[in-house]
């Protein structure tokens, strides 16, 4: 993951660059050697090239991205993993909502029917007596 230098294509090469996987090398060698450095701080930098301080500010930014991106990663995981349970769930939970839809529907037809048949046997009571 190295970012070219070549004319025209540096800033586009820092855009485009693989944040996401900064190799741990070059991670660490950041940590150890840049960011606790006093003198590399934009501010500073400045001074000596707007250039400059827009690369101190990118790899900077690199660098918390790596922290960040390694406390969000296993977050990430997780949650696919829910996600995927959950949609399993829906699943199950969809079919056997028509299942209890099916057998409501033969319930009430069986209740429709039962009613019917009631209403066939009753005798009228003035033809009784």
């Known amino acids: 993951a190295v970012v070219s230098t070549q004319s025209g294509h540096y800033g586009r090469g ?3 660059y693989d944040k996401d996987n900064v190799s741990p090398p070059i991670i ?3 940590r ?5 450095n006093p003198e590399f701080v934009p501010e500073k930098i400045r001074q000596a090239s707007n250039a400059a301080e827009g690369l101190c ?3 900077r930014a690199i660098e918390a991205y790596d922290r960040v991106a390694k406390v969000v990663a296993p977050k990430k995981a997780a949650l696919a993993i829910a996600e995927s349970k959950f949609a ?3 699943k199950s939970l969809n079919a056997k909502r028509a299942m209890l839809k099916e057998v409501q529907d033969k319930l009430q037809s069986l209740r429709d029917k039962f009613e019917e048949n009631t209403k066939k046997k009753k005798v ?4 009784l007596r």
């Open 88 to 90: 399993e769930a829906q």
């Open 14 to 16: 820092l855009r485009e």
């Open 32 to 36: 150890n050697t840049y960011i606790p």
């Open 57 to 59: 500010k990118w790899v």
């Open 124 to 127: 009228p009571t003035a033809t």
């Open 28 to 30: 660490k060698k950041i």
